[in-house]
């Protein structure tokens, strides 16, 4: 069946939504919100969801912040 979707399964390492938690530095809760609002991929076991590491790490690259945006909360710029 991995096949037929195109991906090999053999050589991705998958973590624990604990693990993607504590890589992140963030709550269980938050990995969860994550992957049901579709931002992380996840793979489900029964009751228990696996992220490919893959998956992680190009998250982590992608909300690398260049510290060239504006300042504070709202992150709307100002003109002025």
Same mark, same amino acid.
């Given at each position: 069946?991995?096949?037929?979707? @195109?991906?090999?399964?053999?050589?991705?390492?998958?973590?624990?939504?604990?693990?993607?938690?504590?890589?992140?530095?963030?709550?269980?809760?938050?990995?969860?919100?994550?992957?049901?609002? @579709?931002?992380?991929?996840?793979?489900?076991?029964?009751?228990?969801?696996?992220?490919?590491?893959?998956?992680?790490?190009?998250?982590?690259?992608?909300?690398?912040?260049?510290?060239?945006? +504006?300042?504070?909360?709202?992150?709307?710029?100002? +003109?002025?």
């Amino acid at each position: 069946m991995a096949k037929e979707l @195109g991906q090999d399964f053999s050589a991705v390492n998958f973590l624990t939504v604990q693990e993607v938690a504590s890589l992140m530095r963030v709550s269980n809760m938050t990995v969860y919100r994550m992957v049901h609002a @579709g931002e992380l991929p996840a793979v489900r076991f029964g009751r228990s969801y696996r992220v490919p590491q893959n998956a992680v790490e190009s998250y982590l690259k992608s909300a690398v912040v260049d510290g060239t945006g +504006t300042h504070g909360a709202s992150g709307s710029a100002h +003109t002025g």
